[in-house]
């Protein structure tokens, strides 16, 4: 079976409910608006283990991958409750402590819907380590100025391993030497839609699947782009697939880690069906995505709706693949 070392990011998730009075709907897209300077009271509120990094590690393990995570984490208490938690999911661990405040994001939830405000430390020293053997390497999101990263990495990487990248917003605008080479060097590029209008630097009506086409022109084998509740783009081997989402706006409960979600459900689906030919392949990673993302968006939090193998597999079943056309 392959084994995937992820390298990304740890934080705490604290997860307000706010009432709907606070929710507001334009034309264009809908924000959550709080009066300044009030105390405002949540229905709810949660402490939960989060950031891309772990959100990825947890969802390639529950699918029953053997998983090699490098994050870091603060020697504050805080960050003695992260280290807790990733232990609990059993995975191989490889943590670098900070002495600075550990990192904290603060998800504001309306009606399923959310803002998210991060902060903390760069991830840089995660580079700063011996490898193990592996067959697959993810990269999540990393913060801080990441030319020197990116070098160093494809220095490091041998070339015979697996490459996904969910890049940072920061690396997608910075647009640095060493990101542009390392998104060619990539097997499979995740995306959202706003990152993918910033990385193309496409106007906002282009359709979904010409930006998925103008991705995978960048560099990587396969481009997969997500697009909320529109669905989810792959290209590759010359065609669009599309997906359309599992769950629709009504029955949204908290869409925080759809994103992650759908990258372990992919790529977890990916390399657990290397028997079949590359296009059924693609098509049952798509279908392990969406049904692993609708899932995480009816529960809490980012992790706590991630499904197994055999979970995925069968709710995958009622995953719709359309293929839409030639990238």
């Not at 105390?39 to 709810?44: D, Q």
């Not at 995306?191 to 993918?196: D, F, G, L, R, V």
């Not at 009816?298 to 597999?313: H, R």
Request: aromatic share 6%.
């Amino acid at each position: 079976m392959d084994s995937v070392a992820v390298l990304g990011g740890t934080v705490l998730d604290v997860n307000f409910e706010l009432p709907k009075l606070f929710l507001h709907r334009y034309l264009e897209r809908s924000q959550i608006e709080l009066p300044f300077g009030d105390k405002l009271l949540a229905t709810r509120h949660d402490f939960m283990l989060g950031g891309s990094g772990a959100n990825v590690a947890v969802g390639l393990k529950k699918l029953g991958l053997t998983t090699w995570f490098r994050t870091a984490v603060s020697r504050d208490g805080i960050g003695a409750f992260l280290r807790s938690q990733l232990e609990d999911h059993n995975l191989d661990l490889s943590l670098v402590e900070y002495d600075q405040p550990s990192a904290i994001s603060t998800i504001l939830r309306v009606a399923g819907e959310r803002t998210i405000i991060t902060g903390g430390p760069s991830s840089l020293e995660l580079l700063e380590v011996d490898w193990p053997k592996h067959n697959w390497l993810h990269l999540g999101p990393i913060h801080g100025e990441c030319e020197e990263f990116c070098l160093e990495l494809s220095s490091q990487r041998q070339k015979s391993v697996g490459l996904s990248l969910n890049p940072s917003m920061d690396a997608i605008c910075a647009r640095s030497r060493g990101f542009l080479s390392l998104l060619r060097q990539a097997t499979i590029l995740f995306i959202n839609k706003a990152e993918a209008l910033a990385l193309t630097r496409l106007d906002r009506s282009v359709l979904p699947e010409q930006l998925v086409s103008a991705l995978k022109r960048l560099g990587p084998e396969i481009a997969c782009l997500t697009c909320g509740e529109s669905g989810a783009y792959v290209a590759a081997n010359n065609q669009v697939l599309s997906a359309q989402a599992l769950v629709d706006k009504g029955n949204l409960v908290d869409a925080t880690g759809a994103g992650d979600a759908f990258t372990s459900g992919f790529l977890g689906g990916y390399l657990l069906s290397k028997n079949l030919n590359q296009d059924d392949r693609l098509r049952k990673a798509l279908q392990f995505a969406t049904a692993n993302s609708g899932s995480v968006v009816v529960a809490i939090g980012a992790q706590a709706g991630l499904l197994d193998a055999q979970i995925a597999e069968k709710d995958g079943q009622s995953v719709k693949i359309r293929q839409i056309g030639h990238d």
